[in-house]
C-alpha cells in the first residue's frame, strides 16, 4: 500500500495530510499543476532528468535512487502526481534533511511553480509544460495506446545546450542552476587519527580506559586515520578565445569553493596568474562576480599556460591536488614550455583534469599546439560547454565517473 493511503503517517502538506500545515506534496486536484510523465523512453527522460536536477540542488539522488524510482513507478501511475511524489520522496531522499529541498524541486519541475527556500526568499529554478496522455476505455484494455510525447522540462532542454549559443534569460536560468550545485569530493587519508571499532591498536586510549576502571581491563581501543577532502585547484582560462565561457567556468568555480571553501583554490589564467579564491567565497554568486570582475586584470587578452603553470608549482599549491584547468589550449606562448609544465604538474598533482568547451562539439580534434603538447600529461580530457558537463566535471571531482 502506498504510503499514506489510509490516510494515516502524512506529513504536513503531503497529499493527504491536513490543509494549512507544512509545506510538500503535489498539489490537489483542481490547482492547476500538470505532470509530464509518459510512458517507456519519456518516462526514463523525464524521471532521469528530475533525479538530476535533485542532486543540483544537494539531495544524493544517485543512479541506484533513480532505478528504484523507476522499477517503482512500474507498479503506478505514472500519470498520476500522488504517485510520482510518493514513489520519489521513498526513493530519492536519504534522510530528513533532504525532504524540503525535494519538496521545492518537485514543485518547480512538474509544477512550474517558484521554487525557494521556505522563508523567506524564493529561487526560480524551473519550468515544466506537460501534457497528460489520452486515457480511455478502450486504449487501456487493448494495451497498446501511444504515448504522447511528453514536453520536456526547461531544465532538461538547457542541460546539453551549449553556454556560448543561449539567449540572456537561458544564460541565467544556467547561472541559477550552477548556484545550486554541490559538488563533493574524493577523500583522502589525513595523518590524524579518530577512535575506531577496528584498525590500530590505541594504547593510550586502552591504558587510559584501564586506569579509570582501577586497573581492569575491560577491552582494547583501536585507531583508524580520519579522511579528508582532497584539495581542488582550478585553473580559468580568462583569454579572447574563451570569452564565451569564463564567466559561466567562474560561476562554476564558485560553486566548487561554496561546497568546499577549505579545499578549493581558483585561479585565472592569461597573461599572468591571478588568485580568486578569496572573491569567489562571497555567498552572493552575483556579489562573487563583481568582485572577480575587479581581481582580474587581463580579461580577453592572450594565453600563456605554460608560464602561469610555472608560477602554480612555484606556489607548492599543487601538490596531491586535483588541478582542473579549464582551457581551449590556444598558447600564445612556448608550447614546448607548456609540456614540460605539464610534465611537471603531473609528477606533482594527484591527478590533471583538462575541461575544454570545444570537446563537446561534435567532430572536435585536440589539434592547437597548446593541447598536443598537454595531453600526454593529463589524467581526464572532459568538456566543458553545457550544465551537462559541469555536472559530470563535480561527479569527477567526487570521485564518480558518469
Not at 60 to 75: F, I, M, S, V
Not at 342 to 360: F, Q, Y
Amino acid at each position: 500500500m502506498r504510503p499514506g493511503a489510509d490516510g494515516r503517517g502524512l506529513p504536513a502538506g503531503a497529499p493527504g495530510a491536513p490543509a494549512g500545515r507544512g509545506i510538500g506534496g503535489p498539489p490537489a486536484a483542481g490547482d492547476g499543476a500538470v505532470l509530464a510523465v509518459g510512458s517507456g523512453a519519456d518516462l526514463v527522460a523525464v524521471m532521469t532528468g528530475f533525479a538530476r536536477t535533485l542532486r543540483a540542488a544537494g539531495v544524493p539522488a544517485d543512479h541506484e535512487r533513480t532505478q528504484g524510482l523507476l522499477r517503482a513507478l512500474t507498479h503506478l501511475d505514472a500519470a498520476e502526481p500522488t504517485d510520482v511524489y510518493w514513489a520519489g520522496r521513498l526513493t530519492l531522499c536519504a534522510s530528513a534533511d533532504d525532504l524540503p529541498r525535494y519538496d521545492r524541486v518537485f514543485a518547480a519541475y512538474f509544477e512550474g511553480r517558484r521554487a525557494g527556500r521556505a522563508r523567506p526568499a524564493a529561487i526560480t529554478v524551473t519550468r515544466h509544460t506537460a501534457v497528460l496522455p489520452q486515457r480511455g476505455p478502450d486504449r487501456e484494455e487493448s494495451g497498446d495506446s501511444p504515448a504522447l510525447a511528453a514536453t520536456a522540462s526547461a531544465t532538461e532542454v538547457l542541460r546539453t545546450r551549449d553556454v556560448a549559443r543561449m539567449t540572456g534569460p537561458e544564460l541565467a536560468e544556467v547561472h541559477r542552476l550552477l548556484a545550486l550545485l554541490r559538488a563533493g569530493r574524493e577523500r583522502r587519508r589525513s595523518r590524524r587519527f579518530r577512535p575506531s571499532r577496528r584498525g590500530r591498536l590505541d594504547g593510550r586510549a586502552t591504558i587510559r580506559e584501564t586506569l579509570r576502571r582501577g586497573g581492569e581491563i575491560a577491552g582494547l581501543r583501536y585507531r583508524a586515520h580520519r579522511t579528508r577532502p582532497r584539495r581542488v585547484v582550478l585553473l580559468v582560462d580568462v583569454s579572447g578565445s574563451m570569452t564565451p565561457y569564463a564567466d559561466t567556468l567562474l560561476r562554476l568555480a564558485h560553486a566548487l569553493v561554496r561546497s568546499e571553501p577549505g579545499a578549493t583554490e581558483v585561479f585565472s589564467a592569461g597573461t599572468r596568474l591571478t588568485r580568486l579564491t578569496a572573491e569567489l567565497s562571497h555567498r552572493d554568486p552575483a556579489a562573487a562576480m563583481n568582485a572577480v570582475s575587479r581581481a582580474i586584470p587581463d580579461w580577453s587578452g592572450g594565453t600563456r599556460l605554460g608560464e602561469e603553470l610555472r608560477r602554480l608549482l612555484a606556489r607548492n599549491d599543487a601538490a596531491g591536488a586535483t588541478v582542473v584547468i579549464a582551457s581551449d589550449g590556444w598558447e600564445r606562448g612556448d608550447a614546448s614550455l607548456l609540456g614540460a609544465e605539464m610534465a611537471r604538474l603531473s609528477r606533482t598533482a594527484h591527478r590533471v583534469i583538462w575541461v575544454n568547451p570545444h570537446k563537446g562539439q561534435e567532430g572536435y580534434q585536440p589539434l592547437t599546439a597548446g593541447m598536443r603538447a598537454a595531453l600526454p600529461h593529463i589524467d581526464d580530457f572532459v568538456a566543458g560547454h553545457s550544465l551537462a558537463a559541469f555536472e559530470e566535471l563535480a561527479m569527477l571531482l567526487g570521485g564518480t565517473r558518469a
